[in-house]
Protein backbone atom coordinates (compact mmCIF):
# COMPACT_ATOMS: atom_id res chain seq x y z
CA UNK A 1 0.00 0.00 0.00
CA UNK A 2 1.10 3.75 -1.04
CA UNK A 3 0.35 6.16 0.88
CA UNK A 4 0.54 9.86 -0.10
CA UNK A 5 0.89 11.17 3.65
CA UNK A 6 2.00 9.94 6.83
CA UNK A 7 -1.63 8.11 7.56
CA UNK A 8 -3.31 8.23 11.34
CA UNK A 9 -4.18 4.62 13.06
CA UNK A 10 -8.01 4.85 11.16
CA UNK A 11 -6.49 5.19 7.60
CA UNK A 12 -4.17 2.82 8.04
CA UNK A 13 -6.77 0.24 9.18
CA UNK A 14 -8.82 1.01 6.33
CA UNK A 15 -6.20 0.84 3.23
CA UNK A 16 -5.07 -2.52 5.08
CA UNK A 17 -8.79 -3.91 4.91
CA UNK A 18 -9.40 -2.85 1.89
CA UNK A 19 -5.77 -4.15 0.30
CA UNK A 20 -6.94 -7.70 1.94
CA UNK A 21 -10.35 -7.82 0.13
CA UNK A 22 -9.83 -9.48 -3.47
CA UNK A 23 -10.84 -6.87 -6.27
CA UNK A 24 -13.82 -7.76 -8.29
CA UNK A 25 -13.66 -8.09 -11.91
CA UNK A 26 -15.37 -9.77 -14.91
CA UNK A 27 -12.63 -9.67 -17.22
CA UNK A 28 -8.31 -10.30 -17.26
CA UNK A 29 -6.87 -7.75 -15.01
CA UNK A 30 -5.38 -4.59 -16.45
CA UNK A 31 -3.13 -2.59 -14.60
CA UNK A 32 -4.62 0.89 -13.83
CA UNK A 33 -2.65 4.13 -14.11
CA UNK A 34 -1.46 5.45 -10.63
CA UNK A 35 -3.35 8.80 -10.17
CA UNK A 36 -0.87 9.67 -7.74
CA UNK A 37 0.29 13.09 -8.28
CA UNK A 38 4.24 14.22 -8.22
CA UNK A 39 3.74 16.73 -5.39
CA UNK A 40 1.98 14.19 -2.90
CA UNK A 41 -1.39 16.32 -2.45
CA UNK A 42 -4.24 14.00 -2.60
CA UNK A 43 -5.34 13.67 -6.02
CA UNK A 44 -9.38 13.23 -4.94
CA UNK A 45 -11.05 15.95 -2.85
CA UNK A 46 -13.44 14.27 -1.02
CA UNK A 47 -16.40 15.83 0.76
CA UNK A 48 -19.21 14.01 2.73
CA UNK A 49 -22.56 16.09 2.80
CA UNK A 50 -26.53 16.23 2.75
CA UNK A 51 -26.83 13.29 6.17
CA UNK A 52 -28.73 13.72 8.87
CA UNK A 53 -27.69 14.96 12.02
CA UNK A 54 -29.25 11.90 14.08
CA UNK A 55 -30.43 8.24 13.06
CA UNK A 56 -32.75 6.62 15.52
CA UNK A 57 -31.88 3.00 16.63
CA UNK A 58 -34.31 0.23 14.34
CA UNK A 59 -35.28 3.42 12.22
CA UNK A 60 -35.06 3.66 8.32
CA UNK A 61 -32.48 5.05 6.38
CA UNK A 62 -30.93 8.46 6.10
CA UNK A 63 -29.30 9.41 2.99
CA UNK A 64 -26.10 11.00 2.37
CA UNK A 65 -23.46 11.54 -0.46
CA UNK A 66 -20.01 11.61 -1.24
CA UNK A 67 -18.18 13.41 -3.01
CA UNK A 68 -15.23 12.63 -5.59
CA UNK A 69 -13.26 15.33 -7.19
CA UNK A 70 -10.26 14.70 -9.30
CA UNK A 71 -7.79 17.26 -9.33
CA UNK A 72 -5.34 15.95 -11.85
CA UNK A 73 -5.43 16.08 -15.55
CA UNK A 74 -5.42 11.61 -15.52
CA UNK A 75 -8.89 9.84 -15.41
CA UNK A 76 -8.94 8.05 -11.71
CA UNK A 77 -10.07 4.67 -11.76
CA UNK A 78 -10.70 1.37 -9.73
CA UNK A 79 -11.66 4.35 -6.80
CA UNK A 80 -12.66 2.49 -3.63
CA UNK A 81 -14.38 4.40 -0.51
CA UNK A 82 -13.25 3.09 2.65
CA UNK A 83 -15.88 4.78 5.78
CA UNK A 84 -14.20 4.76 9.27
CA UNK A 85 -17.19 4.95 12.12
CA UNK A 86 -15.22 6.21 15.86
CA UNK A 87 -18.25 5.79 18.19
CA UNK A 88 -17.91 8.13 21.32
CA UNK A 89 -18.98 4.61 23.93
CA UNK A 90 -16.58 2.55 21.58
CA UNK A 91 -20.22 0.72 21.77
CA UNK A 92 -20.89 0.00 18.29
CA UNK A 93 -20.91 -3.15 17.03
CA UNK A 94 -19.89 -4.36 13.37
CA UNK A 95 -23.85 -5.58 12.48
CA UNK A 96 -25.45 -2.35 13.75
CA UNK A 97 -24.59 0.51 11.04
CA UNK A 98 -26.49 -0.62 7.76
CA UNK A 99 -24.39 1.13 5.58
CA UNK A 100 -24.96 0.60 1.37
CA UNK A 101 -23.87 2.51 -1.59
CA UNK A 102 -24.88 2.74 -5.18
CA UNK A 103 -22.34 1.93 -7.97
CA UNK A 104 -23.43 4.18 -10.47
CA UNK A 105 -23.00 7.68 -9.45
CA UNK A 106 -23.83 11.50 -11.01
CA UNK A 107 -21.31 12.17 -12.95
CA UNK A 108 -19.60 9.24 -14.02
CA UNK A 109 -19.11 7.67 -17.30
CA UNK A 110 -22.12 5.45 -17.24
CA UNK A 111 -24.43 8.24 -15.92
CA UNK A 112 -22.87 11.40 -17.05
CA UNK A 113 -25.82 14.07 -16.06
CA UNK A 114 -28.86 14.60 -13.36
CA UNK A 115 -29.98 11.85 -10.98
CA UNK A 116 -30.48 7.82 -11.25
CA UNK A 117 -33.93 7.45 -12.68
CA UNK A 118 -36.05 5.97 -10.11
CA UNK A 119 -36.77 2.17 -10.85
CA UNK A 120 -33.93 1.94 -12.72
CA UNK A 121 -31.19 -0.71 -12.10
CA UNK A 122 -28.69 1.59 -10.54
CA UNK A 123 -31.56 3.10 -8.38
CA UNK A 124 -32.46 -0.30 -7.25
CA UNK A 125 -29.20 -2.28 -6.32
CA UNK A 126 -27.34 -0.76 -3.31
CA UNK A 127 -24.35 -2.84 -2.52
CA UNK A 128 -23.71 -3.38 1.40
CA UNK A 129 -20.68 -2.33 3.29
CA UNK A 130 -19.50 -4.86 5.72
CA UNK A 131 -17.92 -3.40 8.74
CA UNK A 132 -15.01 -5.02 11.01
CA UNK A 133 -13.59 -3.52 13.64
CA UNK A 134 -9.92 -2.07 14.15
CA UNK A 135 -7.66 -2.95 17.59
CA UNK A 136 -8.71 0.72 18.67
CA UNK A 137 -12.59 -0.84 18.15
CA UNK A 138 -13.16 1.82 15.43
CA UNK A 139 -15.99 0.24 12.21
CA UNK A 140 -13.77 0.34 9.09
CA UNK A 141 -16.13 -0.79 5.94
CA UNK A 142 -14.77 -0.89 2.34
CA UNK A 143 -17.02 0.05 -1.01
CA UNK A 144 -16.45 -3.58 -2.31
CA UNK A 145 -18.16 -6.14 -5.01
CA UNK A 146 -17.80 -3.69 -7.89
CA UNK A 147 -14.41 -2.87 -9.82
CA UNK A 148 -14.15 0.42 -8.30
CA UNK A 149 -15.63 4.33 -9.05
CA UNK A 150 -13.87 6.36 -12.23
CA UNK A 151 -13.23 9.87 -12.04
CA UNK A 152 -12.56 11.87 -14.91
CA UNK A 153 -9.53 14.15 -15.40
CA UNK A 154 -11.30 17.77 -13.11
CA UNK A 155 -14.47 15.78 -12.96
CA UNK A 156 -16.78 15.29 -10.17
CA UNK A 157 -18.70 12.36 -9.29
CA UNK A 158 -21.17 11.78 -6.33
CA UNK A 159 -21.68 8.88 -4.92
CA UNK A 160 -25.34 8.16 -2.88
CA UNK A 161 -24.80 6.50 0.18
CA UNK A 162 -27.37 5.51 3.21
CA UNK A 163 -27.29 4.12 6.74
CA UNK A 164 -29.74 3.18 9.18
CA UNK A 165 -28.67 2.00 12.24
CA UNK A 166 -30.58 -1.36 13.95
CA UNK A 167 -32.44 -1.56 17.66
CA UNK A 168 -29.79 -3.19 19.63
CA UNK A 169 -27.48 0.13 19.21
CA UNK A 170 -27.09 2.53 22.19
CA UNK A 171 -26.83 6.32 22.17
CA UNK A 172 -23.63 7.64 21.34
CA UNK A 173 -22.23 10.38 19.01
CA UNK A 174 -20.55 9.22 15.98
CA UNK A 175 -18.12 10.44 13.85
CA UNK A 176 -17.17 9.25 9.78
CA UNK A 177 -15.24 9.83 7.31
CA UNK A 178 -13.87 8.19 4.42
CA UNK A 179 -10.02 6.81 3.62
CA UNK A 180 -10.38 6.62 -0.44
CA UNK A 181 -7.77 4.07 -2.02
CA UNK A 182 -7.28 3.50 -5.82
CA UNK A 183 -6.85 -0.09 -5.79
CA UNK A 184 -3.74 -1.70 -8.09
CA UNK A 185 -3.01 -5.52 -8.09
CA UNK A 186 -2.03 -6.86 -4.67
CA UNK A 187 -1.16 -2.96 -3.45
CA UNK A 188 -3.04 0.41 -3.76
CA UNK A 189 -2.62 3.67 -2.98
CA UNK A 190 -3.96 6.29 -0.58
CA UNK A 191 -5.30 8.90 -2.62
CA UNK A 192 -8.08 10.93 -0.83
CA UNK A 193 -9.64 11.75 2.39
CA UNK A 194 -12.91 13.21 3.52
CA UNK A 195 -13.79 15.76 6.08
CA UNK A 196 -15.87 14.49 9.01
CA UNK A 197 -19.72 13.96 9.14
CA UNK A 198 -20.51 13.84 12.50
CA UNK A 199 -24.12 12.37 14.03
CA UNK A 200 -26.20 10.72 17.05
CA UNK A 201 -27.60 7.66 17.60
CA UNK A 202 -30.46 8.33 19.69
CA UNK A 203 -33.16 5.66 20.94
CA UNK A 204 -36.81 5.82 19.72
CA UNK A 205 -39.35 7.57 22.28
CA UNK A 206 -41.96 5.13 21.93
CA UNK A 207 -38.88 2.14 23.70
CA UNK A 208 -38.07 4.57 26.13
CA UNK A 209 -41.32 4.81 27.09
CA UNK A 210 -41.85 0.92 27.75
CA UNK A 211 -38.32 0.92 29.71
CA UNK A 212 -40.08 3.34 32.26
CA UNK A 213 -43.60 0.82 32.65
CA UNK A 214 -46.78 1.91 32.18
CA UNK A 215 -48.23 5.57 32.94
CA UNK A 216 -50.41 5.45 36.47
CA UNK A 217 -53.51 5.96 34.42
CA UNK A 218 -55.52 6.64 38.40
CA UNK A 219 -54.55 10.30 38.12
CA UNK A 220 -56.21 11.67 34.68
CA UNK A 221 -59.20 9.62 35.90
CA UNK A 222 -59.21 11.43 39.15
CA UNK A 223 -59.22 14.33 37.52
CA UNK A 224 -62.27 13.68 34.84
CA UNK A 225 -64.60 12.28 37.67
CA UNK A 226 -66.99 14.13 38.11
CA UNK A 227 -68.12 15.70 41.73
CA UNK A 228 -71.71 15.13 42.02
CA UNK A 229 -72.83 12.04 43.63
CA UNK A 230 -75.54 12.53 41.04
CA UNK A 231 -73.70 13.24 38.11
CA UNK A 232 -71.78 9.81 38.68
CA UNK A 233 -75.02 7.17 39.32
CA UNK A 234 -76.32 8.57 35.91
CA UNK A 235 -77.33 6.12 33.50
CA UNK A 236 -74.92 5.38 30.54
CA UNK A 237 -75.83 4.89 26.50
CA UNK A 238 -76.26 1.10 25.51
CA UNK A 239 -73.29 -0.86 24.59
CA UNK A 240 -75.53 -3.64 23.35
CA UNK A 241 -75.01 -4.84 19.74
CA UNK A 242 -78.18 -3.94 17.69
Known amino acids: MRLLHSPASLCLAAAALLAAAPPVRAEPPVELPSCVTDDGAFPLATRLHGGPDSYT ?11 LTNTTGRTCAGIHPVVVLV ?12 LEFYGTPKGGPERPEGPVDAGSPA ?107 AASAAPTPSTSPR
Open 57 to 67: AGGGFGTWYLD
Open 87 to 98: DGKRALKPSQPR
Open 123 to 229: EARPLPVRFETTDEDELVGAFEGFPGFTVGPRKTITVKVRLAVTSDAVPNEVTANAAVVQRHDGDGDWVGQSNDYRFTIDTDPADAADETGPADSAAPADRDSPTDP
